[in-house]
């Protein structure tokens, strides 16, 4: 049993976490991520650590609800319980191999959007911290929907943002801001780190590859076990099939069969959405009950 | 009662009851037509069952007692040789083993030596009269990892020489694959939880979501946590692809995927999260036992299914029963097929299965028949899904974060010595994640084993 220590709104429906989990913030490291379970009947999702606390014993995560398992682990409020945190899975981020005055001379670009936002913080911080060069470019459909802008602001080179309604920021695409700090402002990167949905990264990917810039996508794919054992989590990564949850999450994004991804983590949005269905007639029928 | 030469029948949920839930097929034996079979029992002096018992449990003497009606005595005969009974009388491939030598089968059945151990079993847990004695701890720590059978025989056995044990599991519920794997209608998950109950009240400790590898190293457990020695038995869960196109369309998963989907997180049950895709016309490609236990999980979710093997009917490797049994709830073989592609639709899901015909070609050295394709012989099978069950390898996780461990070529963990010693000094292995995907009464047998070794081991140093 893991305890939730924080609970903190972030924007409509995306959560941040603070969870006790001693073993997996002793271990984890930028980059990794944790399956948890909301309750004894659950679904093991997913999640990216989006920091961690090791003298606390705590690891941070930010959720979405977006289906019948991401919205139990919402629900859940500060002093309850999940019944599963597993961690931390997954390799560490590429560039933690690098030391510290190769860094120095290193400038990256993040680019990120909705909750991805999340994971990229602590590597935005790291990255900083260490004296590399941090742009970060954060996407949302509307200003509400934009988190740890501040946060991430105070950690990093320069800040840009783009919505999709153009409430704040750039009106468009991340992609578009990515195109003209290139082409417009002159800047050069080394590397590039996306993190966000699938059909994004795959965009900012053809973008980098026109500009032949390393990129490296972190990948949300469907899983179960997170540890190698079933499959559910491959991705086609250069022509190889590769298991995301032990081979990745990272992975060189030009390298990666993002329609193939895409098409794949589509594979039960039919099953969770059945499901959401019927809790949500279940509930319905309960109130009936209730005030009849 | 049965003439000499069968067995006394053991009743059987009809097929087509069955095939419409997830309770146990075999019910097993009573009283009476236990005593009855083990009365065909002719107790040869010199048993070739024992001899082809993986762990030599002393079968015609357990036998003797059932005969005698003392069932506890029976009981205590198996425990000496194996320590989870109820689960092997179920799933061991008795027809390859012990029944498999039987001089009773050379003119007729063997006698059910599986259904016989499973009846011992079960009426001992039944009546709760198998007490597993409590030792006075030695206060020295052993490490577990894994918790399939080769990790709950090895935590068992150290627990009653006074170690103090921790079984850590990367899953959230403890088993190995008696949990994720193998079938409720084959092997009742209360059986399994039994098992681990008797455990923790010998004073073993369970940590589920613990990845040794990840979580915390091998190394940490035995320089931080004060772990005397481990005991790997993190069992061959990576399962196998062909590489042919399609492998990554919708629809196309591993064995290990669905059975876990519908084992472990019980997606039959609508009271659970976790969602399973079943497609109407299901293609289980691979002839063993994983094979078998998804085509017949699939039936039980609503589907047709055929299973398509490389080689003929003969060769199964899986246990005869379940083939059987398949084959009564009418799931189709087709044999000396193998997949060459699977086909996709425009969006992306799997809609049928290339195959080609093989042919068996006599091996010059008696061995195994090998097979090779017969040219121009392609066929096509249209189908919604298709379930890859061709096999699984050991997992690098622990291999790769473990200094001086060595390992095979095919990522087995490599022993120092057959008693389960590894290369690295106080880690232990045995099981699947040495022998590569076996059986669960070697893997409890390589637990024991092993728990032996590092008592032996232990005696000898200080530690803590
Ligand atoms: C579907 C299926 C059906 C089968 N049917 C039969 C049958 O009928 N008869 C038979 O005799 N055999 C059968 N087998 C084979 C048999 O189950 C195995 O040989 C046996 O379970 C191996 O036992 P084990 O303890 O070595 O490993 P496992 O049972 O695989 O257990 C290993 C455990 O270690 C855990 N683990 C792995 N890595 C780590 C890590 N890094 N940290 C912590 N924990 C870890 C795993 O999660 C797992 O729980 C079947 C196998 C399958 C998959
Ligand atoms: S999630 Fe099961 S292998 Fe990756």
Same mark, same amino acid.
Do not use: Q, W
């Given at each position: 049993m893991f305890k939730i220590v924080k609970k903190q709104v972030l924007a409509p429906s995306v959560f941040l976490f603070e969870v006790e989990a001693p073993r997996v913030a002793n271990a984890a490291k930028p980059g990794q991520f944790v399956i948890v379970r909301a309750r004894d009947h659950g679904e093991r999702i997913p999640l990216t650590i989006a920091d961690y606390n090791k003298e606390l014993g705590t690891v941070t995560i930010v959720v979405q609800e977006l289906g019948v398992s991401t919205k139990l682990i919402c629900n859940a409020e500060v002093g309850d319980f999940y019944v599963d945190v597993v961690g931390p899975l997954g390799n560490p981020s590429e560039f933690l191999h690098l030391d510290d005055s190769t860094l120095k001379s290193q400038r990256f670009l993040f680019v990120a959007g909705g909750v991805g936002a999340a994971p990229i913080y602590p590597q935005v911080k790291y990255l900083y911290g260490k004296g590399a060069s941090v742009d970060v470019i954060l996407g949302a459909?509307?200003?509400?929907?934009?988190?740890?802008? %501040?946060?991430?602001?105070?950690?990093?080179? *320069?800040?840009?943002?783009?919505?999709?309604?153009?409430? %704040?920021?750039?009106?468009?695409?991340?992609?578009?801001?990515? *195109?003209?700090?290139?082409?417009?402002?002159?800047?050069?990167?080394?590397?590039?780190?996306?993190?966000?949905?699938?059909?994004?990264?795959?965009?900012?990917?053809?973008?980098?590859?026109?500009?032949?810039?390393?990129?490296?996508?972190?990948?949300?794919?469907?899983?179960?076990?997170?540890?190698?054992?079933?499959?559910?989590?491959?991705?086609?990564?250069?022509?190889?099939?590769?298991?995301?949850?032990?081979?990745?999450?990272?992975?060189?994004?030009?390298?990666?069969?993002?329609? %193939?991804?895409?098409c794949r983590l589509n594979m039960y949005k039919t099953e969770e959405g059945k499901k959401l269905k019927e809790e949500e007639e279940k509930n319905h029928q309960c109130r009936i009950g209730r005030y009849a | 009662m049965a003439d000499a030469k069968s067995r006394v029948a053991a009743k059987e949920q009809a097929p087509e009851l069955r095939v419409k839930n997830f309770k146990e097929v075999a019910m097993g034996y009573n009283e009476e037509e236990a005593i009855a079979e083990a009365s065909r029992c002719l107790e040869c002096k010199n048993p070739r069952c024992v001899a082809a018992c993986p762990v030599s449990v002393k079968i015609p003497q357990f036998i003797k007692h059932v005969k005698d009606a003392d069932f506890l005595g029976a009981a205590q005969v198996i425990h000496e040789d194996s320590s989870l009974p109820a689960i092997c009388g179920r799933v061991c491939p008795q027809e390859s083993q012990c029944e498999g030598s039987c001089i009773r089968g050379i003119k007729g059945q063997p006698i059910a030596i599986g259904k016989l151990e499973r009846f011992v079993a079960d009426w001992s847990r039944e009546k709760g009269l198998i007490v597993n004695k409590t030792t006075v701890s030695n206060n020295k720590k052993v490490a577990v990892v894994g918790s399939g059978p080769a990790g709950l025989s090895c935590a068992s056995d150290l627990a009653k020489f006074g170690y103090n044990v921790t079984v850590f599991e990367a899953l959230h519920v403890p088993g190995g694959v008696l949990e994720y794997g193998i079938p409720e209608f084959r092997l009742p998950k209360s059986i399994v939880n039994y098992e681990i109950s008797n455990l923790e009240?010998?004073? #073993? #400790?369970?940590?589920?979501?613990? #990845?040794?590898?990840?979580?915390?190293?091998?190394? $940490?457990?035995?320089?931080?946590?004060?772990?005397?020695?481990?005991?790997?038995?993190?069992?061959?869960?990576?399962?196998?692809?062909?590489?042919?196109?399609?492998? +990554?369309? +919708?629809? #196309?998963?591993?064995? +290990?995927?669905?059975?876990?989907?519908? +084992?472990?997180?019980?997606?039959? $049950?609508?009271d659970y999260d976790t969602p399973v895709y079943v497609g109407k016309n299901v293609v289980v490609v691979g002839g063993g036992n994983v094979a078998m236990d998804a085509a017949r999980c699939a039936v039980r979710l609503g589907a047709k299914v055929t299973v398509v093997y490389r080689r003929s009917e003969k060769e199964l490797p899986a246990r005869r029963e379940e083939v059987v049994h398949a084959q009564q709830e009418g799931i189709a073989f087709q044999y000396l097929s193998n997949p060459v592609q699977i086909i996709g639709n425009a969006k992306g899901w799997v809609e049928g299965i290339e195959c080609v015909k093989m042919e068996l070609v006599p091996s010059k050295d008696g061995g195994r028949n090998s097979v090779v394709e017969i040219p121009n012989s392609n066929f096509n099978v249209s189908c919604d899904m298709v379930i890859m069950a061709l096999g699984t390898s050991p997992n690098p996780l622990i291999s790769s974060t473990t200094p001086g461990l060595k390992v095979e070529k095919w990522g087995g963990i490599s022993l120092s010595d057959p008693s389960g010693e590894t290369y690295r000094k106080g880690v232990f292995a045995g099981g699947d994640a040495v022998t590569g995907a076996a059986t669960v009464i070697l893997a409890m047998s390589a637990g024991r084993k092993a728990a032996k070794a590092i008592d032996e081991y232990l005696k000898g140093i200080s530690c803590n």
């Open positions: 459909r509307n200003t509400e929907l934009l988190i740890l802008k %501040e946060e991430i602001k105070k950690t990093c080179n *320069n800040l840009y943002v783009a919505t999709d309604d153009g409430s %704040e920021g750039h009106k468009g695409l991340v992609t578009d801001v990515l *195109n003209y700090l290139i082409t417009s402002n002159g800047k050069i990167y080394d590397n590039v780190v996306t993190i966000g949905p699938m059909v994004m990264m795959k965009f900012v990917a053809l973008c980098t590859k026109k500009y032949g810039i390393k990129t490296i996508a972190s990948l949300n794919t469907l899983m179960v076990d997170g540890t190698g054992m079933c499959g559910a989590c491959r991705v086609s990564v250069g022509g190889v099939t590769k298991f995301t949850c032990v081979d990745g999450p990272e992975f060189d994004a030009h390298l990666v069969d993002f329609d %193939e991804a895409m | 009240k010998m004073g #073993v #400790v369970f940590e589920p979501d613990v #990845v040794i590898g990840r979580t915390i190293s091998v190394d $940490d457990l035995m320089a931080k946590e004060g772990y005397c020695a481990v005991f790997i038995g993190s069992g061959a869960g990576l399962p196998k692809f062909m590489h042919i196109a399609g492998e +990554n369309l +919708n629809g #196309v998963v591993s064995a +290990n995927e669905f059975l876990t989907r519908v +084992n472990l997180m019980r997606a039959f $049950d609508s």
